[in-house]
């Protein structure tokens, strides 16, 4: 599972989040930018669950591969 050249980790996209969000929160921020903002967020947040998926189905899939092989015994 390695990472691709310019790949952000989840934690490097959670933190990219996070300061998206404030930005957005700010008094001054006008609709055009808090639009693009948004936008950002919700690319990011689908990339996110697309690879927090993956991970899911890789532990999904040693789990059962564990299981199986408790009964092979």
Known sequence: ???EK???TLEEDFKKLES???DMERDDIGIEEAF???SEGMKLIKS???RID???KKV???SDDLK???FAE
Request: charged share 40%; with cysteine; proline share 0%.
């Open 60 to 62: 999904k899939m040693l």
């Open 20 to 22: 998206l969000l404030k």
């Open 6 to 8: 310019n790949e952000s």
């Open 36 to 38: 693009v903002k948004y």
């Open 68 to 70: 199986t092989e408790d």
């Open 48 to 50: 996110c669950n697309e």
């Open 1 to 3: 599972m390695g990472k």
């Open 54 to 56: 993956k991970v899911e």
